[in-house]
């Protein structure tokens, strides 16, 4: 999601972006997360190129490249120096971790666990159904069910997750195509097994040390291998709403 908001904001010649990450990001669906750039350098998504900045010096010189700035500060220290007109709190978490208004003119908060009017100026839908990208600015996004959203019909059984605590392994790729029952990788000599047939289209970096019941992939039962580069409808629309939420306060 954060990924897809960054990438609406620069096709909407708003260049200049920066991105704070955890040292050990757990994307999931990775070729199309700009978090890829903490560990090789830089990251491709649809067309727009995000680089690593080892700090905040260098993240000037990264927006004077064209290109969107990646850099580990999971406290967000970095807020003081930049000082933002827009904030996005994509973090996900169904919780708000210390997010607050004075962050920044203008602060976003995608789903639930934030109050708009309170700890963010906006509110931004994150669940699918009919509701899903409306902007909030009273009140809070709906509840997080912990069912993943339907793609083909499909909702949990699409998700892999953690089976114990462990170090995951598996030399499977994204874009490999799976079988139902298929050894998709290990934790701690457990079995990540598939329960659909489709495609992986998100997989946590091997070497990960997680948890169990993590998220640590996806498969989609479309079949569709593309879907694995591009990103998804759901991301879209939450982007564009941001993209609104931001025009609405600076284009008057």
């Known amino acids: 999601m954060a990924s897809a908001a960054a990438w609406r904001l620069y096709m909407a010649n708003i260049r200049r972006i920066v991105m704070l990450e955890t040292a050990r990001p757990l ?5 199309v997360a700009f978090s890829e750039a903490v560990y090789a350098g830089s990251k491709t998504v649809e067309g727009v190129r995000a680089l690593k900045a080892a700090g905040v010096e260098q993240i000037s010189r990264i927006w004077d490249q ?7 500060d999971p406290e967000a220290a970095a807020l003081r120096d930049i000082r933002p007109d827009v904030l996005v709190d994509a973090i996900l978490a169904k919780q708000n971790l210390g997010t607050r208004l004075s962050d920044a003119p203008l602060v976003i908060g995608l789903g639930p666990g934030f109050t708009a009017g309170e700890d963010v100026h906006v509110v931004v839908e994150t669940q699918r159904g009919h509701h899903l990208g409306r902007i909030i600015t009273t009140g809070s996004a709906e509840p997080n069910t912990g069912i993943p959203g339907s793609v083909a019909g499909v909702t949990e059984d699409r998700v892999l997750r953690a089976p114990g605590e462990g170090e995951f392994l598996s030399s499977c790729r994204i874009g490999d195509r799976v079988e139902k029952g298929a050894a998709i990788g290990h934790v701690a000599g457990m079995e ?7 495609v992986l289209r998100g997989l946590i970096r091997p070497g990960t040390w997680v948890t169990t019941g993590l998220k640590i992939g996806d498969i989609d039962p479309r079949g569709d291998v593309s879907y694995c580069y591009t990103i998804s409808d759901k991301a879209r629309a939450i982007a564009g709403s941001v993209l609104e939420a931001v025009l609405r306060t600076y284009n008057r």
């Open 27 to 31: 994307a999931v669906r990775r070729e």
């Open 192 to 198: 990540v097994v598939g329960r659909i047939d489709g």
């Open 66 to 72: 064209g290109q969107i700035a990646v850099t580990v």
